[in-house]
Nanobody, 124 residues
Framework: VQLQASGGGLTQAGGSLRLSCAAS????????MAWFRQSPGKEREFVAG????????YYADSVKGRFTVSRDKSNGMMYLRMNRLKPEDTAVYYC??????????????????WGQGTLVTVSS
């Protein structure tokens, strides 16, 4: 599975962006997809995840109520709608996919496929 993340950019605090993650060939039959982010000097952290079959969503506390993760099974796409962005949301955002269902959805070690990352910059 190859993943392609897009939609990053520059916005002001309080603004919105929508990230997209496309699975190769427009199809995905795994168990979950997720978004992680990494800013300079920090470890990669979980942002949001969604189970592929049931569509159950999970969020980091720092983004609850502001971000919404969704997936479209018909075309192998995952989205992250980010509202009320803050400067601390600035990071490279990566999408990840899992086919083995081994481990917590919050744990990056669960995921065997990763996209290339898309940069989100929020100015104050």
């Amino acid at each position: 599975v190859q993943l392609q993340a897009s939609g990053g950019g520059l916005t002001q605090a309080g603004g919105s962006l929508r990230l997209s993650c496309a699975a190769s060939a427009g199809t995905f039959s795994g168990t979950a997809m997720a978004w992680f982010r990494q800013s300079p000097g920090k470890e990669r952290e979980f942002v949001a995840g969604v189970t592929w079959s049931g569509g159950f969503s999970y969020y980091a506390d720092s983004v609850k109520g502001r971000f919404t993760v969704s997936r479209d099974k018909s075309n192998g796409m995952m989205y992250l709608r980010m509202n009320r962005l803050k400067p601390e949301d600035t990071a490279v955002y990566y999408c990840a996919a899992d086919e083995r269902n081994r481990g917590s959805i919050y744990n990056p070690d669960r995921y065997e496929y990763w996209g290339q990352g898309t940069l989100v910059t929020v100015s104050s």
